[in-house]
């Protein structure tokens, strides 16, 4: 029969160890629940590749407020753009993204490119600037980052709270919103 745990490590460490399990459980399940916002952080630093500047949800609030908003491109698939999007928003897709969809804006206009966390949208944003275009901004965080922060998103009938949450292994990243997958 094996020795108990008490017996096999001195006092101290015996308290020691059990504090960091305790405290290991604590994360471990904060984290089976709702991810935070420095989880969400530290993930969209690794994700991204940082080739394109990005902008916050708040800072294109503003602009949108200010009546001095940039042209807002979704980058997701037509179905995740169907189910919502940003006000305003025009749709370009990613895997069937065209350039030559662009040809009536000019290059210097300020465009923001988004996705549902912002990966998809920085490879977008990574050919308009390779395009010519100098004013490419990827929202940070994405959609998800925007709603969390519990700003509206609309569909063809308005304002509503319905996001597609990608995938159910993405969609945990989304806290605010009614997600909807296909």
């Known amino acids: 029969m094996a020795a108990p745990l008490s017996d096999l490590l001195p006092m101290r460490y015996t308290w020691h160890h059990r504090l960091y399990l305790i405290l290991l459980l604590c994360l471990l399940l904060s984290a089976c629940q709702q991810p935070s916002d420095a989880a969400y952080n530290l993930m969209l630093r ?14 294109v609030q503003q602009q949108l407020r200010q009546g001095i908003a ?5 980058t997701r698939s037509e179905s995740e753009y169907q189910v919502s999007h940003l006000p305003g928003a025009r749709y370009v897709g990613y895997e069937d993204f065209d350039l030559s969809d662009l040809k009536d804006v000019p ?14 949208s920085e490879k977008v944003g990574e050919q308009l600037q390779a395009a010519g275009y100098t004013q490419v901004r990827n ?3 994405g959609l998800f980052g925007w709603v969390n ?19 159910r292994a993405w969609g945990v990243w989304l806290r605010k919103g009614e997600k909807v997958y296909d």
């Open 149 to 167: 922060q519990g700003l509206p998103v609309y569909d063809k009938q308005g304002q509503t709270t319905k996001v597609h949450g990608y995938t």
């Open 70 to 74: 940039p042209l807002l491109l979704d």
């Open 107 to 120: 290059q210097n206009t300020p465009l923001v490119v988004y996705c549902s966390v912002g990966y998809r």
């Open 46 to 59: 690794q994700l991204y590749s940082h080739s394109v500047d990005t902008i916050s949800a708040i800072q």
């Open 139 to 141: 929202l940070h965080g």
